[in-house]
């Protein structure tokens, strides 16, 4: 019989005649596949208008076992096959025993078009409404069609920019594995999330899906803090939890940053939770710093708890804790009176971090803020700027405000090292080498003083502004140095350097000092060449040695 009287049979009332064809054609697929290849469309147009289970069973799994004879087929007659599955995803419920064939069936189908599915775009898009309607059934074929949105979403998340509204629908109608495909979805529909916040903070009280609720809850914080403000209590519970007790934490400080006052009244909890959740000692510190800037008292009342930390074990800890110690200090310096001993033996600890910020503290109580300090260089460049109008009245300042020029570099030395000399290298390459030598220079020392640590930099300009600082007062000379002294020798390197765009050299000049954005440009450079690994601020010496001299700790 030939197959086209076969296909026929398959669409005849009598059902013993259906079921003969359905056989004769499994039998043709057995012995050659690829004879019934020409036949696909007929066998896919006899899918969609048949009611006979039995066909929907045994033609779908002839299509299946074709495609596995064939590999182009889904390629070759992608839009029948998806036209196809529609047809059955919009006229079968698919949720009864009699019809779980015709979900068998669509699974069949979808897996002979997977390929030009998972690897071209444009078709995951053809079928992607498709998808969105099988995971409404109550039948495994759900399951089948998230098996192809799941990781598409992580891939590329814009696809599904506007079917937000069904996966949330999904989520709600009992298909609690997509509510990770919510967090991925996000930003392109926050409005929306907003209307199901109610909905959210349930899922957050269920261990199943708490984390992912809280994760999405954290960026919506993010982006608008006050809308959590009401369901503070709802999430009190959730920060004594190991799995949910960090994304809690993160909220809270969203929070805390516009409302402050908010936030207060849990922190007996907070507390009590960073007892036995060591990650919470890494992320709390900053809601109590937050909460204790709304004043001194608060501050005054929170800052023991702070301090008590800096004697747990784990100094990543001890790094955050400072900072927000910090942050309170320049409230009123007062604060830090019973602690600052405390705090002053962390300024040799071997953490660098650690060491910075506990330096910071004490500058803050000594009165040398970053504020101050950025005060005191304006001071320093508006009264050189007035005096200062020609090359000699620079070196007439100079020579008469050694003392001060002294005491000033000094603490700018603290923050940045000062090189102990300065070499230049042709106009072409505008490079320069700065080199540095132990402060201290035992008998084991790195770098003494025949064998510097040099490092490269192009921004001359800004070196150069150091060197004139430094040279008369004995702490960096400029090499080659020029016959009329260290002052000529820092004027004969900016007229070899500079262009034609760059100011004249007293224009230049006349404001000495770089600032603390300036300054700290710089101090990347030198962390970058390695320089921090190497050398440390002796505070006793008033110096920078390398580790061998002045290991860490020391």
């Known amino acids: 019989m030939s197959v086209e009287k076969l296909i026929a049979d ?48 045994y033609l779908g799994s002839t299509i299946s076992t074709i495609a596995s004879s064939v590999p182009s087929l889904g390629t070759d007659y992608f839009d029948d096959i998806l036209e196809t599955v529609t ?22 189908l979808l897996e002979t078009i997977r390929q030009p599915i998972t690897t071209d775009p444009r078709k995951f898009i053809e079928a992607l409404p498709t998808f969105f309607k099988l995971m409404e059934k109550d039948h495994s074929v759900k399951y089948s069609a998230m098996g192809y949105v799941s990781p598409m979403v992580s891939r590329s998340p814009r696809i599904f920019k506007d079917y937000v509204p069904q996966i949330f629908d999904l989520v709600k109608g009992g298909m609690t594995e997509m509510i ?28 199943n899906y708490s984390s992912i609720a809280l994760m999405i809850l954290n960026e919506m914080a993010k982006k608008n803090s006050t809308i959590m ?15 949910t007790a960090s994304s809690s934490i993160m909220i809270f400080s969203e929070i805390a940053r516009n409302n402050p006052e908010l936030i207060q009244p849990i922190l007996p909890e907070i507390q009590e939770a960073m007892e036995y959740n060591n990650t919470l000692k890494m992320m709390a510190p900053n809601i109590f710093g937050l909460v204790g800037r709304m004043s001194v008292k608060i501050a005054a009342e929170l800052l023991p708890f702070l301090v008590e930390l800096l004697d747990d074990p784990d100094h990543n800890v001890h790094t955050v804790t400072l900072m927000e110690i910090r942050n309170l200090g320049e409230m009123d310096r007062s604060l830090l009176d019973p602690y600052i ?28 803020t970053v504020r101050e300090f950025a005060a005191a260089i304006d001071d ?59 402060g201290m220079q035992n008998d084991r020392c790195l770098y003494p003083s025949d064998r510097s640590f040099t490092a490269e930099t192009k921004a001359w300009n800004k070196w150069l502004k150091i060197a004139l600082s430094a040279v008369k007062i004995g702490a960096a000379v400029i090499h080659p140095v020029a016959a009329g002294g260290a002052v000529d020798a820092v004027k004969d390197v900016y007229e070899v350097y500079r262009t034609k765009d760059d100011a004249d050299f007293i224009s230049y000049i006349s404001q000495p000092f770089l600032t603390s954005e300036e300054q700290d440009n710089l101090i990347v450079q030198l962390r970058k060449a390695r320089f921090f690994d190497i050398f440390n601020y002796n505070a006793q010496q008033g110096n920078w040695a390398c580790l061998m001299c002045n290991p860490p700790g020391s």
């Not at 259906?18 to 697929?29: C, H, P, Q």
């Not at 529909?189 to 209307?195: C, D, G, K, V």
């Not at 403000?229 to 959730?238: C, S, V």
Request: aromatic share 10%; with cysteine.
């Open 10 to 57: 398959l669409s005849s009332p009598n059902e013993d005649l259906r079921k003969n064809a359905v056989d004769e054609i499994y039998e043709l697929i057995s012995a050659n596949p690829n004879e019934l290849t020409p036949h696909i469309r007929s066998f896919l147009k006899v899918i969609r208008t048949t009611s006979d289970n039995y066909i929907f069973q």
């Open 87 to 108: 047809v059955l995803t919009e006229n079968f419920a698919m949720d009864d025993e009699s019809e779980g064939f015709v979900g068998i069936c669509a699974i069949g």
């Open 180 to 207: 990770s495909l919510l967090w991925e979805l996000y930003k392109f529909n926050p409005p929306f999330y907003e209307e199901n916040i109610d909905f959210l903070l349930q899922m957050a009280k269920d261990v």
């Open 229 to 243: 403000n009401p369901y503070i209590k709802d999430l009190k519970d959730t920060i004594h939890s190991p799995h």
């Open 341 to 368: 001993e405390k705090i002053r033996t962390l300024e040799d600890d071997p953490q660098e971090y650690i060491r910075d910020q506990a330096k910071y503290i004490v500058d803050i109580y000594e009165g040398r």
């Open 380 to 438: 320093h460049n508006k009264r050189i700027s007035e005096m200062v109008h020609s090359y000699e009245d620079l070196k007439a300042y100079v020579d008469e405000n050694v003392s001060e020029l002294k005491e000033f570099i000094s603490q700018i030395a603290k923050k940045l090292p000062i090189p102990s000399e300065f070499s230049t290298e042709g106009r072409i390459r505008k490079t320069m080498k700065l080199h540095f030598t132990c």
